[in-house]
């Protein structure tokens, strides 16, 4: 019987792109084990399970592992129980890099004997040495990045050389063959640095009869990252759960990601150079026309076959394409998605990427 333990850093409930990720990755590599055991954080009073099944859309067969974790005083409760499930399972693949530690100094027998560390992030001089020490104890150990650069960093910075590359997905969306409507633009995403939010007001304020829905901020929010007025054809629908995204995106036909040379995330750090765009993905799989910018990290996979690429970022450049789309026949538009979610059909969709996951461990 195949068994894997899963270990998140994520906390629950959480506005954290990361929380939802985890989910659906789990989601896909059920199609492989016939047992997944999920171990995560929770805070708060609300049930953790009902937030997981029904917020989180988590497949109601995974075992869960929660611990609850409020603030850094429950370490120490949180570290036992990593060192139980650690010691529960042969194969365990982990997204929390304190796993390292526990692996590398408290796993015993069958347990851990197959290990893949995803990598979202640069190393810790500290997670060098568990590595290091992981690999000398005979532990089948490899990396999953979800960005080239990534892959290339961890092969220079740590004793470990079965490094993969793999980036995120989403879920396979129905097909579906209708041309799209070019009135209404959205967004869905943090409100961070970096976002290209102030293009996304520019283009507003430029193209009146142009409805732009956001998801992921309010409109203070948006105000803290432009010095224009915000008009009244931008509307800022807050944060929405994993089970409303399907609504969310009910109301765009054209997605935009404006996004800047630096991109940031609430800790101030700029991860342009290793991110993988979660949210493109979604894009793709919602069959959205793509509207980007011209970012070194959507190179690997987009075109001016699959997305309309926007090569200066500035408001002017935005402008000129919105227009080419604008005057552009509906057949053209069609054929770009249709190009993209093939994409997301083939390869960068959950079930694929556990099919590659569960692959390494033969």
Not at 254 to 267: G, L, N, W
Request: hydrophobic share 40%; net charge neutral.
């Amino acid at each position: 019987m195949s068994e894997l333990l899963y270990i998140s850093a994520s906390i629950y409930p959480s506005k954290s792109a990361n929380s939802n990720q985890v989910v659906q990755q789990v989601n896909g590599l059920r199609n492989f084990y016939s047992r997944i055991a999920f171990m995560f954080k929770y805070k708060g009073t609300e049930d953790h399970r009902a937030i997981l099944f029904n917020r989180y859309l988590l497949d109601k067969s995974v075992e869960l592992l929660g611990v609850r974790y409020e603030n850094k005083l429950y370490i120490l409760g949180y570290l036992i129980q990593l060192i139980l499930a650690v010691n529960k399972f042969e194969c365990v693949f982990t997204r929390n890099p304190l796993s390292l530690a526990v692996i590398a100094l408290f796993s015993f027998g069958r347990g851990s004997r197959k290990v893949i560390y995803e990598a979202h992030s640069t190393v810790s001089m500290w997670n060098k040495l568990f590595i290091k020490i992981i690999m000398l104890r005979g532990i089948k150990f490899r990396i999953l990045t979800i960005s080239e650069e990534l892959k290339e960093y961890y092969l220079n910075e740590t004793s470990c050389k079965d490094v993969d590359f793999y980036h995120d997905g989403a879920e396979l969306k129905p097909k579906k063959d209708t041309a799209p409507v070019k009135t209404d633009i959205g967004y869905v995403g943090s409100f961070n640095k970096g976002r290209g939010l102030d293009i996304i007001v520019g283009l507003a304020n430029k193209y009146e009869d142009i409805n732009f829905h956001l998801f992921g901020g309010t409109t203070e929010d948006l105000d803290k990252y432009t010095v224009q007025s915000i008009p009244e054809n931008i509307t800022c629908y807050g944060f929405i759960g994993r089970d409303k995204l399907d609504e969310a995106f009910d109301t765009f036909d054209i997605a935009i990601a404006p996004y800047e040379d630096k991109v940031f995330v609430p800790d101030g750090r700029d991860t342009s150079a290793y991110m993988s765009p979660l949210k493109i993905f979604e894009y793709m799989s919602y069959q959205k026309l793509l509207l980007v910018s011209n970012h070194k990290v959507l190179k690997s996979f987009l075109n001016d076959d699959n997305a309309y690429i926007v090569n200066q970022n500035d408001l002017s450049s935005w402008q000129k394409v919105i227009d080419d789309i604008l005057s552009e026949d509906a057949d053209v538009l069609l054929d770009k998605i249709k190009r993209s979610y093939d994409l997301i059909e083939k390869k960068y969709n959950w079930k694929s990427r556990a099919e590659f996951i569960y692959n390494a461990y033969q």
